[in-house]
């Protein structure tokens, strides 16, 4: 059933449609101002233009729509779940597979397999995305949360927007980076020389900030632990190369070859920490390196007569 939302204001001049993307982030923008159009959303009990610039205090009513019919094909495909109750499902995802069907993309993603695992996924992300909160890249691994429901959908889409839900990376980088900790800010947005990528930009670009942890030296490459304020489109992989570091086997932001056998970069999710949307309690979920990486370790410290 529809569900009404209620919110209000906390800037100064924001747009609606950008207020409503910023407290729903399971919706696109576009989506959003469809449903405003629609009369779908009333700013102190009136209905306004997607473009109305709200005022602090504002109160702001919104119809969450029906979920859309799921209709992408589910297929049997391995599963690595770490923890699963009745709103959320939590899991390790491995590199090379793809998050959700897009153009050109229509079978072999986590939702296909998610799909074959358990039809009761949330719906705001329409029957693209159902239940999908937060994304990895396709070649980056590790633990991602999934909502089954609207109502958990909402918690963990909030708890990531306000920073209550944390999350740890770990990334082998190339080269030795200097300082033992640090903090890169810098907005991204498309690069405005190759619209295909991501970059760090002084317009038309979202905050960003990522703080990264020196974990092992190894001369030529750095073992580091990222932990994300914001997340944005490859925020790890852009910021690392911005600082001069990039993401080893990264083929977009760093060297197009790789000394070592693994496909992609070598970025993993270790560990997601997250209100439970129910409960309220605070759960902790870790995702073990992957073997790809581990290789990679393991020869570099033989490399430099280290032991893990």
Known sequence: MSQELSFKADQPEERLDVFLARMVP?????????IVVAGG???????RRASYLLSPGDEVRFLLPDPQTVDIAAEDLPLDILYEDAAIIVVNKARGMVVHPAA?????????ALLAHCRDLSGINGDIRPGIVHRLDKDTSGVMVVAKNDA???????????????????AIVIGDIAEPAGIIHGAIGRSPKDRQKMAVVTKNGKDATTHFKVLERF?????????????????IR?????????VLGDPVYGKKNCPFAIQGQALHSRT??????????????????PEDMVVILESLRRETG???
């Open 238 to 246: 852009v910021h690392m190369a911005y600082i001069g570091h990039p």
């Open 152 to 170: 958990a959908h909402i918690s963990l889409s909030e708890q990531i927007r306000t920073k209550a839900a944390r999350r740890v990376y770990t």
């Open 272 to 289: 997601l920490s997250l209100l439970h949307p129910v409960t309220g309690e605070r759960m902790d979920f870790t995702a073990p390196v």
């Open 104 to 112: 050109g993309i229509s079978s072999g993603t986590l939702v296909n």
């Open 219 to 235: 001369g030529r490459y750095t073992v580091t632990e990222c932990r994300l304020e914001t997340g944005r489109t490859h925020q």
């Open 26 to 34: 399971g919706l696109s923008r576009s989506h959003i101002q469809k």
């Open 41 to 47: 959303s009333l700013v102190n009990g009136e209905v």
């Open 306 to 308: 280290r032991h893990g």
